[in-house]
């Protein structure tokens, strides 16, 4: 019931069912493209090639595409187009029965290329053979763009030069404008018409140099044979040209077309390896320029043109020669490229124009043989690619030169010159509608073209440098060997201290020895002859108390004379200070020894240290009646501590430890400290004993 009411409202109502009809057809056609692009239509155009981008070319898509063939590559690379754009077939094993003209059915799938992507063709087939495809007329914009790369293009220019590329291959060079375009044919030169200086129009496929960023460096055009290039105008032979100023290359007005080759004759200035050549223009020099008012008017110069022969050609300076070139604007002024020599014969040597640097500077003897008027001294010279640079200063003014030689100049850094050469303006600036030149430096034809004026001065920055490094170096050896003369003669001297200390330490000891404890003993010979006789008990007592005083002070006496010969003076401060112990009378007081380790202490150090330990000892016996005494060593994070206490009566007035007359223990203990640096302090008060504390910092104890 539904169905029969839609069908008679759809009856009803004529434009609802053009509507569902429209509808119906949109959505079939949007199923069947989602069905291809699902199901992997091939691509049939090549523009759908050409645009594919380079991620999707990888994937291998399938392609079906009719077109023509335009060009063939020997290596197996052919280039075809269709009614949309070229693009190009790889085939694996390479096919060799293809012609340009050639319709085909190409079935495979695509791969990236160098520039856009293309088809690794699975199978040809070819329809028939007809016209090649349709070439676009191009501009070298059009080229240099990769508009038209990979198809076929018809471009018109003016032919420069014709070289052979290889031995069936030939390179044109056509002028587009002021761009110079390469075409490759694939043709021997030997077969070539005349194409230099005539116009041309040819028809080729658009190619181009490749990196591996997939950019286009530089285009060119590849052509199958010579009957793709036609001339549209023949060349003039080079002998009929006219001779043509110098100073008119260039100018506005001078000629219809001022990319046609000119020929010029004048004279050699100077002829270079590299196809340099610079000549002096043999027509008259052109009318002076209109001066200001007042103003002094420049003389007429014949001006002289850089030319770039095609192939080297020798040349003299002198020589007067015919040359013919295409005119260009290489530099400041106008020169000659792809220049060729009709004749040359010689004559005089041309002179060179004596100019100011001022004058240089200006550009006006631009590619000019010229002498500079004032000296330039050399400043410094280095290798380039072509030769030599040289660096000089004129007048406060820098200069650059440049001789192209294989070995260095034989001239001193410092050297006054004249110099001869080849002006070259190298920068210019503009300053409202002029150009002017900014920069010039000297082109060297030959060492001859240096002059020396004056030799370089003998201190030169160089010598000067290198008399001073030995001066230092003389200077610095003289410290070193008075430093090492200083130190030989303070071991010297420490030596003779050394000895002499010693020689007078064993003197005394001599004298101790031969006199001292000599009475000694004889008096301690006689006390004990008294005690054999009958005494009383008083006198016995005393004298047997004065055998005991004589008995120690003969033990004192010797072990002073034991150290004073001792000239070992031992670095270990423990055991020395042992040793005193092992001296110690045995009717004396107890001595106490509380020693820790300490660090190494120099020979010195420690044999005042343990002197002074014996002398403050010596003084507890002496004087202070103890009873016991303790010696005790010890370290702290910076000091070395030694103290000396006894329990003994002591004493109230400092001046006990200055030293009495006829008493010099307090005294030497103070000046053994101030030997060794260390600070000492007595403490004591009546009955209650003394401590004699020594202190001596840690850093003035190592060897």
């Known amino acids: 019931m539904i169905e029969n009411d839609e069908r008679r409202m759809l009856k009803d109502r004529p434009g609802d069912r053009a509507a569902v009809i429209r509808r119906f057809v949109l959505l ?38 009719t077109a023509t063939v335009g060009f063939v590559e020997n290596g197996g690379t052919v280039f075809v187009q269709d009614d949309t754009a070229g693009t190009h077939l790889h085939f694996k094993p390479s096919r060799t029965d293809l012609r340009v003209g050639d319709h085909v059915r190409i079935q495979g799938t695509t791969t990236s290329g160098l520039y856009f992507p ?11 053979h007809e016209a090649p495809p349709t070439a676009e007329p191009a501009t070298y914009d059009d080229l240099a763009t990769g508009r038209f790369h990979y198809q076929r293009v018809i471009v018109e220019g003016l032919g420069r030069t014709v070289t052979p590329l290889d031995e069936n291959r030939t390179l044109l060079r056509l002028a587009i404008g002021s761009r110079v375009l390469e075409v490759r044919i694939d043709a021997p030169v030997e077969t070539a018409p005349d194409l230099v200086d005539a116009r041309l129009r040819i028809t080729a496929l658009a190619a181009g140099g490749i990196n591996d960023r997939r950019q286009l460096v530089f285009p060119y ?39 046609h080759r000119v020929r010029i004759r004048g004279t050699v200035l100077a002829a270079f390896p590299d196809g340099r050549v610079f000549l002096r223009d043999s027509l008259p020099p052109p009318p002076p320029r209109e001066t200001p008012q007042g103003a002094v008017p420049t003389p007429p110069q014949t001006p002289s043109i850089a030319i770039h022969l095609l192939a080297a050609t020798p ?3 002198g020589d007067v020669a015919d040359i013919t070139g295409f005119p260009t604007m ?37 590619a000019d043989l010229v002498q500079l008027s004032s000296p330039a001294v050399l400043n410094d010279s280095f290798r380039t690619i072509d030769g030599f640079e040289l660096r000089l200063t004129s007048n406060g003014t ?29 920068s210019s600036t503009d300053k409202g509608f002029r150009s002017q030149a900014e920069r010039a430096s000297l082109l060297l034809r030959s060492p001859a073209d240096i002059r020396v004026l004056s030799a370089a001065p003998f201190w030169t920055a160089g010598r000067l440098v290198i008399a001073i490094s030995i001066l230092a170096g003389v200077v610095l050896l003289a410290f070193i060997w008075i430093a090492a003369q200083r130190r030989q003669i303070s071991a010297l001297s420490s030596r003779i201290v050394q000895q002499a200390t010693l020689d007078e330490r064993q003197r005394i000891a001599r004298e101790f020895h031969d006199t001292l404890e000599q009475e000694l003993t004889g008096l ?8 054999t006789r009958p005494l009383e008990d008083k006198a016995r007592s005393l004298i047997e108390t004065s055998r005991s005083l004589v008995s120690r002070i003969q033990s004192e006496a010797r072990n002073l004379v034991t150290d004073l010969r001792d000239t070992a003076q031992l670095h270990d401060l423990l055991g020395a200070l042992r040793e005193i112990q092992t001296r110690m009378p045995p009717d004396g007081p107890a001595l106490k020894l509380e020693l820790q380790p300490v660090p190494p202490i120099s020979g010195p150090v420690s044999h005042h240290l343990r002197m002074i330990a014996q002398e403050a000892i010596t003084n507890a016996l002496k004087h202070a009646q103890a009873t016991e005494i303790t010696l005790q060593l010890s370290t702290s994070a910076e000091t070395l501590v030694l103290r000396i206490a006894d329990n003994g009566r002591g004493f109230a007035n400092s001046a006990e430890t200055t030293g009495k007359p006829g008493h010099f223990g307090c005294m030497g203990i103070r000046e053994r400290c101030r030997k060794i640096n260390a600070d000492i ?19 003035l104890l190592t060897p």
């Open 28 to 65: 079939s056609i949007l199923i069947l493209l989602h069905a291809s692009f699902a199901f992997g239509a091939p691509f049939s155009r090549a523009i759908d090639i050409r645009m594919l981008p380079y991620e999707r070319s990888l994937e291998k898509l399938p392609v079906d595409l």
């Open 118 to 128: 293309g088809v690794d063709v699975s199978q040809l087939q070819i329809l028939g």
């Open 221 to 259: 055009l590849r052509v199958t044979d010579w009957s793709d290039v036609v001339i549209t105008k023949e060349a003039p032979k080079a002998e009929s040209l006219p001779i043509t100023s110098v100073v008119t290359l260039l100018q506005f007005g001078a000629a219809d077309e001022p990319h």
């Open 315 to 317: 040349l003299t300076p």
């Open 330 to 366: 290489a530099g400041f002024s106008a020169s000659l490229a792809d220049a060729l020599v009709l004749t040359a014969s010689p004559d005089a040597a041309p002179a060179a124009a004596l100019v100011s640097l001022k004058e240089f500077q200006q550009g006006s003897h631009d």
């Open 398 to 426: 820098p200069l650059r030169a440049f001789l192209l030689q294989p070995s260095p100049p034989d001239i001193e850094i410092g050297a006054s010159l004249e110099l001869t050469g080849i002006c070259l303006v190298e």
């Open 524 to 531: 301690s010979l006689r006390l004990d002859a008294a005690t």
């Open 681 to 699: 302090t007595w403490q004591s008060q009546p009955g209650q004993g003394t401590v004699v504390t020594i202190r001596l910092p840690l850093d």
